[in-house]
Every structure is written in C-alpha cells, then in structure tokens.
C-alpha cells in the first residue's frame, strides 16, 4: 500500500472516528473503535472505499435528477406563461370585438330607430339535430355520431360477445 492512500485512510479513518464518536456520544452510547470490530482490515477498507463510492454514485444520481426537476419546471413555468400571455390576448380581442359590435348597434340604431338587438330576428334557428331524443339525455346529433362510429369501427367488446 503507498503512502498517499494509506494517508488518505488515516485521515477518513480520523473523521469517521469522530463522527461516529459524537453520534454515540449524544446517544448516552459507548463508541466502538475500529480496532474492536471483528472484521479484518482489508474487509474495513474494502468496506469504506464501497461506502464511499456508493455515497458518490448516490450524490451524483441526486444531482442529476435535482436538474431534470428544475429543467422541467423551467420548461413548464415558460410554457405556462406562454398559454397565459395567449389567453390574455385572446381575453383581449373578445373584449376588442364585443367593444366593437356595441359601437356597430349604436351607429345601425341611429341609421335605424326601429332596429332592436333583442328582436327575434337576431336570434339563430336551431338545427332540428340540436335537441334532445325523447327518453335520452343526449342531444340527436350527438347519438347520431355515435351510432356512426358505431357503425364504421365496430365494438371491440360487443364484438367478442358476437363470436
């Protein structure tokens, strides 16, 4: 064994001493010093050089997924400010528009006094799909898209109950 590693030994030796020394200690403990263990020298140092590598491995997987982490919620916080600032915008040309058609009715009723935004003849007609099945609580359109699909893929389950 060289010098420098039986150096480093000595000095990781010293501080582990300590450190389990303090741990005992604060538990009303008597420490254990490494010459009263029963496992061979080798086995020590085989042990603590494991021991020590294993804490890096760890520390370095810690840190790898501590940045994913930060990475995605950088991704995440840019993408939500992305959708905010577009739905702001999108809030914006409502408002524009809804501004816009509440000037058009001003100016269509000074042009027309008899013209009134409520009449009925504003109002949509409704598409006979759009109401509701007798006995069904969806609307016609929306069964008949159904049974179409129904129809042109099929029913996994009903069809193994077929066969």
């Known amino acids: 064994m060289d010098y420098g590693i039986r150096v480093y ?6 501080k582990r001493e300590k450190i389990i020394h303090r741990f005992h200690v604060e538990r009303g403990e008597k420490p254990m010093k490494d010459f009263e263990s029963k496992m061979p020298v080798s086995r020590q140092i085989r042990y603590y050089k494991q021991s ?7 520390a370095a997987q810690k840190q790898i997924k501590i940045r994913e982490y930060v990475q995605s919620t950088r991704a995440f916080k840019k993408s939500r400010d992305n959708w905010k600032t577009k739905a702001m915008q999108a809030k914006k040309r409502a408002s524009d528009a809804e501004q816009k058609l509440k000037e058009l009715e001003k100016k269509l009723k000074k042009l027309d006094p008899s013209y009134d935004s409520n009449s009925s003849e504003s109002e949509e007609v409704e598409h006979p799909l759009s109401e509701k099945a007798p006995h069904h609580h969806y609307q016609i359109s929306t069964i008949s898209i159904a049974v ?10 009903f069809s193994r109950t077929l066969v």
């Open 9 to 14: 030994l000595l000095t990781f030796y010293a």
């Open 52 to 58: 020590r590598d294993n804490w890096k491995e760890n």
């Open 148 to 157: 179409q699909q129904f129809i042109d893929v099929g029913n996994i389950r």
